[in-house]
Structures are given as C-alpha cells and as structure tokens.
C-alpha cells in the first residue's frame, strides 16, 4: 500500500484521540475522587505534558529508533501516571495504546514515504541515464548515415569514372571501389547495431534498488521499466 494509506490512518487514530476527554484519559483509580478546581487544573497539565512530549518524541521517530521512541512513551507514561496517583487517578492505559499506535502508523509511514522517495529518485536517475543513452545512440546513428551516404556518393562517383576509363586507371579505380565497398559494409554494419542498441533501450530496463532505511539490511528491490 502506499503512503497515502498510512497518512489516513495517522488522521483516523487522532480523531479517535480527540474522542478522549480528560475524564477519560485521567481515571480514577478508586470509585471516588473529589474533584476540585485544583485537582482539574492539575489534570489538565498533566495531559496537556505528556501529550506535548509525547509528539514531540513521534516527531522524532526515524527507521531506526522505534524501539527507543516506544520506551520513551512508556516512561513519559508511567511519569505522569505517578504524578496523578498523589490525587486519586492514573493515565488510561487505553489512551497510551493510541499513541503508541501513532508512533507506529508514523513510522510506517514515514518508511514508505522515504521508500517512495528513493524509488522516484531511482526511477528519474533512470530516465537521465536513458536519455543520455538514446542521445548518445541518436548522434552515433546520424553519424553512421552520414559516412554512409558520403561512400555511397563516392561509390557512385567511381563507378562513373570506371566507365570511361582506360588502362591502370581501371585497376586503380577498382581498387578504390573495392576499399569502399568494404568500407560501406563496415558502416552499415555498425549502424545496425546501433539500430539494435536503440530498439533495446525503448525495450526498457531492469533495475536494482538498495536502501536499509527502507528495506532494512540485505534486501533488495527488483523492478522492470
């Protein structure tokens, strides 16, 4: 799936979060607690701490830190937790289950986004390199068509002179058109090959994609254009 499907799930678990009012986050822990002001105002920080750590630790999150970022979130909880237990409450266990499920869709996502990344990176490198190739491959075709129309020409010229000429100057001009004949061969069969490279290069490309931020260690990704 794409980094898209990561991204509306990350927009699902946050609406599910804001379903979470301070009542249900910070629960008591005996059938009673006396809420006061103070004892609301000091609710509210609490969240309102761990909540700020809590993305500011999600933001953090790379391909290679999601065990350390999971046990951040769990102390930052067991911290606060500590700190409403002097009042009566403690963090839903339920509400920390959704952040750590944030911290994993984010990762995911982040992975495939960087993954999408190198992959359009991979694919436009490819397009430079076939670009280069099929320039090159043109300018070495109009090359070959050039030097074979200039031994046709010449070819032609000799063969014209042949008719009209006399003694040595036949063998002479013989062996000329036999130079070019042979020349013209070699052309041709050099433009044909660059025919064939052209023919190829339309054909497409196989290609080799690397990335341990992406794939982890020892994985790769076979693709064909």
Not at 75 to 83: D, E, G, N, R
Not at 152 to 172: D, M, P, S, T
Request: positive net charge.
């Amino acid at each position: 799936s794409g980094s898209e499907t990561y991204k509306i799930a990350l927009q699902e678990i946050k609406q599910i979060q804001k379903t979470f009012s301070d009542e249900r986050i910070a629960i008591p822990v005996s059938s009673y607690v006396n809420r006061t002001k103070e004892v609301v105002a000091m609710v509210k920080i609490v969240i309102r701490s761990f909540n700020i750590e809590t993305d500011i630790i999600i933001g953090k999150i790379t391909y290679n830190n999601l065990e350390n970022c999971t046990k951040k979130i769990k102390t930052l909880f067991c911290k606060y937790s500590s700190l409403l237990l002097k009042i009566g409450l403690t963090l839903n266990e339920k509400y920390l289950s959704l952040r750590l499920e944030e911290l994993k869709i984010t990762y995911d996502y982040k992975i495939k986004l960087h993954q999408e990344q190198e992959e359009k990176k991979a694919e436009r490198e490819r397009q430079r390199d076939e670009d280069r190739a099929e320039k090159e491959i043109m300018i070495q075709l109009r090359e070959a068509e050039r030097e074979e129309k200039r031994l046709q020409i010449l070819e032609h010229r000799y063969n014209l002179l042949l008719k009209f000429a006399e003694g040595a100057k036949v063998e002479e001009l013989n062996n000329k058109i036999s130079e070019l004949t042979a020349r013209l061969a070699q052309v041709r069969e050099n433009k044909e090959r660059v025919l064939s490279m052209a023919q190829q290069t339309k054909r497409g490309y196989i290609y080799v994609i690397s990335n341990i931020g992406s794939f982890g260690a020892n994985v790769y990704k076979i693709g064909m254009t």
